[in-house]
């Protein structure tokens, strides 16, 4: 069964796909669906001996071009679509055993322009209203293959949480004339205490009222609205200072850390976005101590207000400590 | 540093406490602050040689009555306040080795009699605009202490996910003219193919667009906003229920089930909420196998948009042939 669901009681959908209950998990280095495929009789999902960076449709689609029909038929109160949309895996890397902070800039560099590449084709078709390329990292956040990749969905509308930056970002347009974005970034270049590090055309800063312990959001300067808008020198800057505060992540507890990676570009719907979407990607790690996670337990649960533990400005100091 | 930041980007406040860090973790059963003081030289948090049910405040409160002033200022840009409102520790009861399955129905329609008793007292108070009972239980939920029990925070303004659930239910009045939960409760009892429980106040019924594994909904039949409006034996109902479901919920993989149990209320702050509030529990597992959980990865922690790997129908069913 694969469909999506409307909530009544939210105005949210729910996406259902109950085949990935079967998805692969956790296999062994030897089993690896994501590496090059070296032996013919027993072929991974990339059917090349090698690549550098690989892009296919997930095995087990949450979303697709050819959803089946729904289960379920909708009535006057709950609504019900099929699961239209996009869901792909982009393998980072050939190598099984790296990390996204491990790879070489100019690979990372490979990685924004392919984010780019799928936010342009994706974006394109009818039935994608938001791209949405993000990485799920460690077994802390659920993942389910360790060689290092991402994922980019093509949702069907404006997911939740880009509806409330978007509806957050029309109001203080309102009121202010401004974009949002714009004058956090400026506003955090200036003040300094929550600032990871400034580059040429993105800086990282470690937001002010961040919900998860060392939350740190890369926004570029500039008021653009997706990757297509950057040119190469941009693009190239946004892989060097992503790359350098994974490296710093790295270097907090000692171990790779768990996060999860989102980029936030402009819908694709032709809706009236320009002046308030804002490129930015944003990374959540979980781990609060080297041994302790931030849970979303009852108040984020099911109140929606976080209870963070660590001050943004704490936050920011160590991560500058850690910049190589 | 204690204090409340609101983010420009979102609208959404987060309560900072830092000092929650250093909060007990796992204690040894013999050194649990939530059991009986049975030696005077080394008393818990209950100082009373046994009791019934105790509540007092959080030592490591988020939202307090008496909140330290905040550590920055605010600018036009970002709105800093005190971390008003109350955090407090509700034991069910002082077995320590019982969870809330265990318990006879009696202590549970106590606890519903606790939790109105906590709705009335704190949303008198002007600076609780929300009034929030819960339980966070299982280290899979990120429980730190063992001892059954659960908390209730009061709340200086609507918090975000019930502020979603007001939009959408004001959506639905202005629309039909009804309020969204009488009618999914009644839809759910006239299908049945998601009810689990049909008692004579409350039914218990997995949503339609059910978000979690096993999430079950109790929704009273009536339209009542809070526990203060239910007679004894809708109370009483409403904990036989809830025993029932939470019975279940032990039996379906063999081990006691962690989950997030939200108690869903008016609003206390005054406003216009009588038409749309409609008391309902939420109880929301992570296990969506044995062994597996779900986890909140990129779709859901970055873009809101939640994957449902189980069919509501399968999980009600599962649920109702686990009814004793």
Same mark, same amino acid.
């Given at each position: 069964?694969?469909?999506?669901?409307?909530?009544?009681?939210?105005?949210?959908?729910?996406?259902?796909?109950?085949?990935?209950?079967?998805?692969?998990?956790?296999?062994?280095?030897?089993?690896? /669906?994501?590496?090059?495929?070296?032996? /013919?009789?027993? /072929?991974?999902?990339?059917?090349?001996?090698?690549?550098?960076?690989?892009?296919?449709?997930?095995?087990?689609?949450?979303?697709?071009?050819?959803?089946?029909?729904?289960?379920?038929?909708?009535? $006057?109160?709950?609504?019900?679509?099929?699961?239209?949309?996009?869901?792909? #895996?982009?393998?980072?890397?050939?190598?099984?055993?790296?990390?996204?902070?491990?790879?070489?800039?100019?690979?990372?560099?490979?990685?924004?322009?392919?984010?780019?590449?799928?936010?342009?084709?994706?974006?394109?078709? %009818?039935?994608?209203?938001?791209?949405?390329?993000?990485?799920?990292?460690?077994?802390?956040?659920?993942?389910?293959?360790?060689?290092?990749?991402?994922?980019?969905?093509?949702? %069907?509308?404006?997911? %939740?949480?880009?509806?409330?930056?978007?509806?957050?970002?029309?109001?203080?347009?309102?009121?202010?004339?401004?974009?949002?974005?714009?004058?956090?970034?400026?506003?955090?270049?200036?003040?300094?205490?929550?600032?990871?590090?400034?580059?040429?055309?993105? *800086?990282?800063?470690? %937001?002010?009222?961040?919900?998860?312990?060392?939350?740190?959001?890369? $926004?570029?300067?500039?008021? #653009?609205?997706?990757?297509?808008?950057?040119?190469?020198?941009?693009?190239?800057?946004?892989?060097?200072?992503?790359?350098?505060?994974?490296?710093?992540?790295?270097?907090?507890?000692?171990? *790779?850390?768990?996060?999860?990676? *989102?980029?936030?570009?402009? /819908?694709?719907?032709?809706?009236?976005?320009?002046?308030? $979407?804002?490129?930015?990607?944003?990374?959540?790690?979980?781990?609060?101590?080297?041994?302790?996670?931030?849970?979303?337990?009852? *108040?984020?649960?099911?109140?929606?207000?976080?209870?963070?533990?660590?001050?943004?400005?704490?936050?920011?100091?160590?991560?500058?400590?850690?910049? $190589?």
């Amino acid at each position: 069964m694969t469909e999506r669901r409307l909530d009544p009681t939210t105005g949210e959908w729910t996406t259902f796909a109950t085949a990935r209950q079967d998805r692969t998990f956790l296999p062994p280095a030897g089993l690896c /669906p994501l590496c090059p495929t070296t032996d /013919p009789a027993r /072929p991974t999902e990339v059917p090349r001996d090698a690549y550098d960076i690989a892009v296919f449709e997930n095995r087990w689609p949450a979303l697709s071009g050819r959803p089946p029909e729904p289960d379920l038929d909708g009535t $006057s109160l709950y609504s019900v679509e099929p699961a239209c949309g996009a869901a792909e #895996v982009l393998v980072f890397t050939s190598r099984h055993d790296a990390t996204l902070a491990d790879l070489p800039v100019a690979q990372v560099t490979k990685l924004v322009d392919v984010w780019a590449h799928r936010y342009a084709e994706l974006g394109a078709r %009818p039935d994608v209203a938001y791209v949405f390329a993000f990485e799920n990292k460690g077994e802390a956040i659920g993942v389910t293959l360790h060689h290092p990749h991402g994922q980019v969905y093509g949702y %069907p509308d404006v997911p %939740p949480r880009v509806a409330i930056e978007m509806r957050a970002a029309r109001e203080h347009l309102a009121r202010h004339g401004t974009c949002v974005w714009c004058d956090v970034v400026a506003a955090e270049e200036a003040d300094g205490a929550r600032l990871v590090l400034q580059g040429a055309a993105v *800086s990282a800063y470690v %937001p002010f009222a961040a919900r998860y312990p060392y939350e740190v959001h890369l $926004s570029v300067r500039r008021h #653009v609205g997706s990757l297509l808008d950057l040119d190469a020198t941009e693009r190239r800057d946004l892989a060097e200072v992503l790359s350098t505060v994974l490296r710093a992540y790295d270097r907090l507890y000692g171990f *790779s850390l768990p996060y999860v990676l *989102s980029v936030h570009q402009r /819908p694709t719907d032709g809706g009236d976005w320009d002046a308030i $979407s804002h490129l930015h990607l944003e990374l959540t790690p979980l781990h609060r101590t080297a041994t302790k996670l931030k849970y979303l337990a009852g *108040s984020e649960t099911g109140a929606g207000a976080f209870v963070a533990d660590v001050r943004p400005e704490d936050a920011a100091g160590r991560l500058r400590q850690l910049l $190589s």
